[in-house]
């Protein structure tokens, strides 16, 4: 596969309708499927477009590793957000969006392995993502290929231990072609996340840890698709602190941690479609 | 049996490139060789061992056959949920190294005891757990593990083990050894503990079977030896969710009509200061100890007067 080229006004003016559409199945979804983590959902969408439709090899025609770049999507409980970019980017049929969390589908709130084209792995414990993502990174210097990794983190995952064991396993390793967007969206599920722990500054954090690191706008398409470009030909991995908001998109959503857990209802998807600009 | 698994394994990382070795910062001298031949292929991950056993799945599912090496506690129960949801989940073919099987490590006290490995991981799908005896066992048992097309446990004890084979036995996975033909009860045991277990076979003129792939048990071999009537399991586990809580479960479904004997270490924390040999005997798992044990309960059963 070529790598895709840069992105121009026209690519990002796709990509930014694709996040109105986007957002608009993220809220139907969970409205049908009774799912939670909206707000979480809601908050990666730009991180979760500008890989899927930037500079990473990622290419519904190549589902198999390891011959391509791969994306771990660490906070399993959006998944509804990847579900919907995966089928937006046509690794398998819109449709089968409407299926979400419904009894018996392939589409369960959290992601089991395999249960769509174009899954790198399964989460929803947190904390496990990085360190498979280092693997994937390691696995392909031993065997000589050119593939990079990403992986989407939380903020609130960055609570867990295993996440700091990765962040000092890499650059130990020199994994240049390890990149880790942290969905900094400020919240976790039960409070604003600097007041649980103490894990500002993020950016500082990695840095100390041994990360090239970048903090960028996390709802930015262009900021993020230009910080992804940066993950290449380093020996160092690269960490980027996406700042964004939780419930981003939705007026009544946004910055407000009810929509950790809350469902929206049928008034409130139709509310939050028009706002969105959809029919 | 680690000199073996050690000598083994870099006998067959020449054969075979997808083979990567991570070590939870353990293993000082005994890696040397391996990793002078193959440097791009042994990581010591640190004393991090979640991080190292995400690292494992991640180099799977890219197409290698990593090992994940350090003492039992640290490699099993402390990264459980690693085990359990990047490597099971996914079936990744990672073979999980516990050094230190049952009290091997018991002079170091109740944190490098290794009682419970068993019971926890053999509650994980598609997880198969074995458990060699022996060094020869031991490279026989690596083989296996790292043929097999699905994640394996590996449970050994450190080093300087009696040897039980004279020659690396067939090692078929799912797989009853017969060793020692008596005419009294059955004794059925596992790794390192088996030379006792065969003295106290040899003192009893007991039937001795190694069980050295403790999940999947072979129900088949099982029935067929609790035709009997009399089955003692022995084992360095814990009674609950060892091998003797496995062929309990069993034979309680299977309506057979066989006695059975569990015999192992007690759901306690052993807090006395002691080496392998002194817990064993306390555990009531040395030699004397199944003798005794066995004869009082056949007496017990009317076996005997």
Known sequence: ?279 | MRNAFAACLEELAAQDPRIVLLSGDIGNRLFDRFKERFPGRFYNCGVAEANMTGVAAGLAKAGLRPLTYTITPFNTTRCLEFIKLDICAHRLPVVVVGVGAGLSYAELGPTHHACDDLGLLGLLPDLTLLCPADARETRAALRAALAHAGPCYLRLGKKGEPDVFDAEPPFEIGALRPLRAGREVVLLTYGPLLPEVLAAGAALDATVVAVPTVKPLDTAGLAALAATGRLVTVEEHALRGGLGAAVAAWLAASGQPARLLTLGVPDQFLVTAGGQEAQRAACGIDTAGIVAQVRTWRQQLGDVT
């Open chain 1, 1 to 279: 596969m070529k790598e895709r080229p840069p992105i121009t006004g026209n690519r990002l003016r796709v990509l930014a309708n694709a996040a109105r559409e986007v957002r608009g199945q993220i809220v139907a979804m969970s409205h049908r499927g009774r799912a939670a983590h909206l707000g979480s959902a809601l908050s990666c969408v730009e991180i979760l477009l500008a890989a899927y439709g930037g500079p990473f090899r990622l290419d519904p025609r190549v589902v198999q590793l390891p011959h391509r770049d791969a994306l771990i999507f660490s906070k399993g409980h959006a998944i509804a957000a990847l579900y919907a970019v995966l089928a937006w980017r046509g690794y398998f049929p819109l449709d089968w969006l409407e299926t979400y969390a419904q009894p018996g589908t392939a589409l369960p709130e959290h992601p089991v392995p395999g249960c769509v084209p174009g899954l790198d792995h399964a989460t929803g414990s947190l904390g496990h993502g990085l360190p498979v993502a280092c693997g994937l990174a390691l696995a392909a210097r031993i065997s000589g290929r050119d593939t990079r990794v990403l992986a989407v983190l939380s903020d609130g995952e960055c609570n867990e231990g295993a996440v700091w064991e990765a962040a000092a396993f890499a650059p130990a390793q020199q994994l240049g072609n390890l990149l880790v967007v942290v969905d900094a969206n400020g919240w976790q599920a039960t409070g604003r996340s600097p007041e649980v722990l103490a894990l500002e500054p993020l950016a500082a954090k990695w840095a100390a840890f041994g990360w090239a690191t970048r903090e960028v706008d996390g709802h930015d398409l262009a900021a993020l698709v230009t910080a992804y470009r940066q993950a290449r030909d380093a020996t160092q991995p690269l960490a980027v602190i996406a700042r964004t908001v939780k419930g981003r998109g939705v007026s009544f959503m946004e910055d407000d941690n009810n929509w950790h857990y809350r469902l929206p209802t049928a008034a409130e998807v139709a509310a939050a479609r028009a706002e969105l600009g959809l029919a």
